[in-house]
């Protein structure tokens, strides 16, 4: 893996070459393994950051992390796609909050790669429809390398499908040109976490995960000679996963060689995480 840890995360590691790779660089800042964060804060740490990266104090970037588990409900969500009543979920530890993304209400929680683009769309020349398409992609790509085949442009439900399961989520916020917000992958979650809830405000659909996918694909493949523990990859582990997400996400962005913070930008992103806690 390379890269450098930093303090509570990690970034990846280039060097700055010339402007036009300033403005097209990502940098990539990573709490995978740092342990959960709760949502409310997560919330609070991007809108700083985006200020930051529209004021220029900042490059573009992308955070990834897994949540302490939370229901959210988006622009469109309302208490109907709960299932269950809100003093019950917060009983058993799980937070509900209320989003200022887009789409209805999902499920976050520990297993489910987060990944929060804050990119200057206006800068990067990147539309929305195109910009959503490419969250999409992203996915597609990653589940194509673990021999899943996920689809998206699915119309009125925005995500990533495979056949008639949903593996992935995404809701974003654009303002002032500045996208925060992003995308969500079943890993490997517990599935039961989304029962007492409406996702997306889709009914009767299933919600699926990368280590479910590939149980079934086993299981498809029982009657094959050889044996399937030669044949079955290992199950994936979240920060793998995270890694080609960010990969083919940059790739899909035109995005230069990942940036590394400056030593000034560094500081700035941690003060504004601090903030946030």
């Given at each position: 893996?390379?890269?450098?840890a ?17 403005m ?9 393994g ?11 740490l ?19 992390l897994?949540?302490?588990?939370v229901?959210t409900?988006?622009k ?40 929060y683009p ?30 899943i ?16 399961r ?27 976490s ?11 659909k299933?919600?699926t995960?990368?280590r ?5 694909d ?27 997400l ?23 992103f ?8």
């Amino acid at each position: 893996r390379s890269g450098e840890a930093g303090v509570g995360g990690w970034w990846w590691v280039a060097e700055h070459e010339d402007e036009d790779s300033m403005m097209r660089g990502l940098s990539f800042v990573s709490f995978v393994g740092e342990g959960l964060v709760r949502y409310a804060s997560s919330q609070r740490l991007q809108e700083r950051l985006a200020r930051h990266v529209k004021l220029g104090a900042l490059p573009s970037l992308v955070l990834a992390l897994e949540h302490k588990p939370v229901i959210t409900l988006g622009k469109r969500g309302t208490e109907r796609d709960l299932l269950e009543d809100r003093k019950d979920i917060l009983r058993r530890g799980v937070d509900v909050e209320v989003s200022t993304r887009g789409g209805e209400v999902t499920f976050h929680g520990p297993g489910q790669v987060v990944m929060y683009p804050i990119i200057s769309l206006r800068d990067w020349k990147i539309g929305a429809r195109k910009y959503v398409e490419s969250l999409e992609d992203a996915i597609i790509g990653t589940l194509r390398s673990y021999g899943i085949e996920g689809r998206g442009r699915v119309p009125g439900a925005t995500g990533v499908w495979v056949e008639d399961r949903k593996i992935a989520a995404i809701g974003v916020r654009i303002s002032q040109g500045i996208s925060t917000h992003g995308l969500a992958l079943n890993v490997d979650p517990d599935l039961s976490s989304f029962s007492s809830i409406i996702p997306c405000g889709l009914k009767d659909k299933e919600v699926t995960s990368m280590r479910k996918e590939m149980q079934l694909d086993r299981a498809c493949d029982s009657s094959s000679t050889t044996s399937l523990a030669s044949s079955t990859p290992p199950a994936p582990t979240v920060s793998d996963v995270q890694d080609h997400l960010f990969r083919n996400l940059s790739a899909l962005l035109g995005a230069k060689e990942p940036l590394t913070l400056t030593e000034r930008e560094l500081d700035l992103f941690i003060q504004a995480r601090s903030e946030c806690e």
